[in-house]
């Protein structure tokens, strides 16, 4: 059981805008920075949004990232094949003192 | 390009301690937080803990009693220890670069390393 909350599966067409939603509490994404992190079959997890809305260098401006009160959302515009893959939110937690993640996101491109 | 190289046994039996070892290759070992990761088969991330250079640590409060991360800063590395591992401990460990202590701010990994215990 993951302390922050993502629907397990997300679809979408090529071209298509989606969004990925993270439930958290005031212990983490209210009072905290929120993480995404895309994860390949087989690969390492790849930072994609960190401080809830900044892209790191290379990181395309299709990925954004905003966060609401306990919620935090992840976007990606102009869907392609090659996003395919698992995405996980992260928050530092103030009660545990920790990072905690979200379960997991598996997105398909249909 | 900062890399991350990690190694160590992949195969344990029960109440074995797993060892884990991390390099660092191609930039600063000082400033940062050297942390691990774990995620079990088909499943999700969890943090294991953190260490800095000066060997200040952190750890899940879930896994402290079984955790020692320690660093080598003359050979640019750190290691990863959990005693009495279980079938739960299976799973793909990653080491990982932190910029800021405890934040989940990781931009550069290591490949990961399964480890499986089985009797």
């Known amino acids: 059981q993951s302390v922050l909350t993502q629907p397990p599966s997300a679809s979408g067409t090529p071209g298509q805008r989606v969004t990925i939603s993270c439930s958290g509490s005031s212990s983490n994404i209210e009072s905290n920075y929120v993480y995404w992190y895309q994860q390949l079959p087989g690969t390492a997890p790849k930072l994609l949004i960190y401080r809830n809305n900044q892209r790191p260098s290379g990181v395309p401006d299709r990925f954004s990232g905003s966060k609401s009160g306990t919620s935090a959302s992840l976007a990606i515009s102009g869907l392609r094949s090659e996003d395919e893959a698992d995405y996980y939110c992260a928050a530092w937690d103030d009660s545990l003192s920790g990072p905690v993640f979200g379960g997991g996101t598996k997105l398909t491109v249909l | 390009q900062v890399q991350l190289q990690q190694w160590g046994a992949g195969l344990l039996k029960p109440s074995e301690t797993l060892s884990l070892t991390c390099a660092v290759y191609?930039?600063?070992?000082?400033?940062?937080?050297w942390t691990w990761i774990r995620q079990p088969p088909g499943k999700g991330l969890e943090w294991i803990g953190e260490?800095?250079?000066?060997?200040?640590?952190n750890y899940n409060p879930s896994l402290k009693s079984r955790v020692n991360i320690s660093i080598d800063t003359s050979k640019n590395q750190f290691s990863l220890k959990l005693s009495s591992v279980t079938a739960a401990d299976t799973a793909v460990y990653y080491c990982?670069?932190?910029?800021?202590?405890?934040?989940?701010?990781?931009?550069?990994w290591g490949q990961g390393t399964l480890v499986t215990v089985s009797s």
């Open positions: 260490i800095n250079h000066s060997g200040s640590t």
């Open positions: 990982a670069r932190g910029s800021v202590p405890g934040t989940p701010f990781w931009v550069a």
């Open positions: 191609g930039g600063s070992f000082s400033g940062y937080y």
